[in-house]
């Protein structure tokens, strides 16, 4: 085999092994960014889900106090 049909061969495998590495360290931090992305999500949706909570109960509250003022129903 001669030198130019070796380093041929040698590129042939060394090109492709290099982006295949290349393209798992991309998916490795777009994964990495998409944990974190999603971690803040679940932060945010936890932190809605508390506010509506929070507003159902007042609204709630609001309606006992109609019925009592307005129609003479004691609150439970």
Same mark, same amino acid.
């Given at each position: 085999m001669t030198d130019v049909q070796l380093l041929t061969l040698a590129i042939a495998m060394i090109v492709p092994l290099? %982006? %295949?590495l290349y393209s798992n360290s991309?998916?490795?931090e777009a994964k990495e960014t998409l944990r974190a992305d999603i971690a803040t999500l679940r932060v945010d949706i936890k932190r809605l889900e508390e506010k509506i909570d929070a507003h159902f109960e007042h609204m709630e509250l609001?309606? +006992?106090l109609h019925e009592y003022e *307005? *129609?003479? +129903? +004691?609150?439970?």
């Amino acid at each position: 085999m001669t030198d130019v049909q070796l380093l041929t061969l040698a590129i042939a495998m060394i090109v492709p092994l290099a %982006l %295949l590495l290349y393209s798992n360290s991309r998916i490795t931090e777009a994964k990495e960014t998409l944990r974190a992305d999603i971690a803040t999500l679940r932060v945010d949706i936890k932190r809605l889900e508390e506010k509506i909570d929070a507003h159902f109960e007042h609204m709630e509250l609001r309606f +006992k106090l109609h019925e009592y003022e *307005h *129609h003479g +129903k +004691k609150p439970e």
